[in-house]
């Protein structure tokens, strides 16, 4: 049978199956390339009836703008239509439907567009990827694997293992059909005769329904009516003191957004009617995230009969309204928990969000909804459902009604190549199962350090490389596809894991190789070059004039993640016990990490013995965390250059807490001032006139008040702070960050109060004693009048 033969089988049976096929053209010549793929979309149009497609290319590539240009000439007369598309703009495609994608990757194989264009042909439609013969393929380098370069390596050290891995999985596929048309052969025929037919699932209403039959009208599938009906227990308000949570997870492409945004329109039809003004919030971590959403929400209010107005950040809609009764908004997680007059509140993509501001969210508002994605591009797994939502199941004052949508909408279930995709991204990875018996390992600590073969652990152990990253999908972190290929390929980056002594994965750790750097290089840096795959060594450099440093070898460590099940147990802290021994063993100089800061990931690191030396002076505009670089030195020589970049550290974040921190957490700032033995100015003493003292004691033991001595305490704490290390005074942690927050960050005393969750007239008598106890060690023999003391204890009678 020949290849047009095969093709139309191959579509007839995808059309009705409702699933989408692949067909991949491999070859160098341009010519033959590009008439293998307008002859595959001229059969795809004569079985489908003016089909809508895109085609992606990389512009800057004069090759592929040939391979275009051929293709254009080639169908000319042929009843389609093409988008061409450049691969940036892959982002903005997520919510589109198409028959069919040309996908270009003579030039680049990137998989977070290969992961993003992955489900936008609706079933029955086609792929068709142009990709160069392997041999040729891993002899050059894509615009991807160019990106990974750094100044430690050339191009001949970049690996090639992304483009194996997809081969293969190309290869093992049994709906792709495979040409080499250089040759005019084929190279791999489909497996064509076993799929069913699809008959779609007929959609029953319920018999009683609260939101408007109209809106139940607009629903795709089964899941999107009973994802509708779990969503009505939102009209009511919750009894005071009491929260209501519906929590929604899916794989991608089972409406999941879309559903909520119908909610979010009946809910604003049905509560605008009954309180006249209604205001939700939709948060995410981009507003591209919650665009499919708004799109519905738009389309729910209209189908109810609502003029609508929309405004825009940038090609993403952030606000919806109508009039002045309905405000739906996009809005930045941070930015939620300034947030408070919401009736409702949207979180999508909860995964993608930090822990802290998911419990921040929960503190402030009664009714929420969480969405989270399952697998696919935006996925993170069950580590939602593991941790946060166990959290929530726990809080005996929330109600949570949770629904799992399983139907596709654009295509079949059990499609062909969403199987391909999540198989060859590893977007359905799962740890380990962990029995009775691995928790018996664990507590006889029989753990195994694996430095895995890169090539064999990549290509050739699946089981092992599917526990390893599956741990990272579901481990709260904010995986991309991307992530698997830089792992796989960039020549700097190396893999650790910690297993029980069956083989079991339990903790999985990425690292990057630092420093090492030569004196042109640093050269450059302190002209202002930034330093590519070096961000400790950068930072260093720029920041505390450590030129040295770079010089010195060290591991970043990018990420580390421990099994969803296993967390809490110290398996994070054995992990980095090992990493370290081998660091030692290999003579490196240090072990080094960085991420968005909060309290409880940064007291895991401080714990272990990890130095700040870097924070951004910025929270991220996303997730609103101040970043921060923390290293740990392995030997004295790195140790002394350490201890100075963390003083420095600490003197810049103490004189910065009125300015660029002065909303920092108190209780992550009092962990970064950790003195490590060393105070950052021992001989300190504090610079106080006698009138300053005056007032200090009038404050503390008399009617002065706390705003008439404010330059007199902050002189007091700094002094604490600049001489901790040395001396023997150790204030209790709340008493700290009351400091903190109160004299060191200048807060209004109601603000403080609420960061601290006390009273503020507690916060104010607090304060009046712990100076007390800071004058009484740090100002040498002051006079306290005799008339304050009567004055105290008359006061504490009185009481």
Partial sequence: MGWIELL?????????????????????????????????????????????????????????????????????????NIDYRPYKDTDKLLGITVDFAVLDLMNDLKPNDVGRLG???????????????????????????????????????????????????????????????????????????????????????????????TIYELAKTQDQVETLRAMEVLMERPPRGKKVN???IADRGRGKSAVIGLALAALAHRLRKIKGRVRFAVTAMNPSNVSTLMEFVIKGLKALNYDVSTSYWGNDVVSVKVGISVFIDYIRPYDMLSEDDRDIVVVDEAAMIPLPVLYGIHERFSRVIYASTIHGYEGAGRGFSLRFLKYLREDKNTRIIEYELKEPIRYAPNDPVEQWLFDTLLLDAEPARITDEDQELINRHEFNYLIPDLKEFFLLNEEQLRQFFGIYVQAHYRNEPDDLGMMMDAPHHFIRALSLSNGKIVVSVELAEEGGIGDDMIDMVVRGLKLPGNIIPDRLIKYWGLTDFAKLKGWRIIRIATHPELQDKGLGTEMLKRIEEEARERGIDWVGVGFGVNAKLLNFWIKNGYMPVHISPERNPISGEYS???????????RDIIIYAN?????????????????????????????????????????????????????????????????????????????????????????????????????????????????????????????KLLIQYYVKYVEIPEFMISVTKLQKRSK
């Fill in 8 to 80: 139309q089988g191959l579509v007839r049976e995808g059309l009705s199956s409702n699933h989408r096929r692949l067909i991949v053209l491999v070859g160098t010549n341009e010519e033959k390339i590009a008439k293998y793929a307008a002859e595959s979309l001229r059969v795809f149009s004569s079985l489908v009836k003016d089909p809508h497609g895109l085609y992606m290319y990389q512009p800057e590539y004069s090759d592929a703008q040939r391979r275009m240009g051929k293709l254009k000439d080639l169908i000319e007369g042929i009843p389609i």
């Fill in 119 to 213: 489900g936008i042909v609706r079933g029955g439609g086609i792929y068709v990827f142009m990709v160069p013969p392997l041999n040729d393929w891993i002899k050059q380098l894509t615009k991807f694997q160019q990106s990974l370069l750094v100044p430690q390596y050339g191009p001949e050290h970049v690996r090639h293992f992304l483009k194996v891995r997809f081969w293969n999985k190309l290869m093992s596929m049994d709906k792709a059909l495979i040409i080499d048309t250089d040759n005019n052969k084929l190279i791999k025929e489909p497996v064509l005769g076993d799929s069913q037919p699809w008959r779609p699932r007929e959609i029953v209403m319920p018999e009683r329904m609260k939101f408007t039959r």
């Fill in 246 to 248: 519906v929590v929604l």
């Fill in 628 to 638: 921060v670089l923390l290293v740990k030195p392995i030997n004295e020589k790195t």
């Fill in 647 to 771: 003083k420095e550290f600490r003197l810049r974040l103490l004189n910065s807490l009125q300015g660029p921190f002065h909303d920092m957490e108190p209780d992550v700032v009092r962990m970064l001032l950790t003195d490590w033995g060393q105070a950052l100015d021992p001989g300190y003493t504090p610079r106080l006139t006698e009138a300053q003292t005056r007032r200090l004691v009038a404050y503390s033991w008399g009617p002065m008040t706390y705003e008439n001595t404010a330059d007199a305490i902050t002189e007091l704490v700094k002094t604490y702070y600049l001489r901790r290390g040395v001396d023997s005074i150790n204030l209790p942690q709340f008493y700290e960050e009351a400091l903190i927050c109160k004299v060191l960050q200048a807060r209004p005393w109601r603000e403080s109060a609420k960061v601290l969750s006390i009273r503020k007239s507690t916060l104010m008598l607090m304060l009046r004693e712990v100076i």
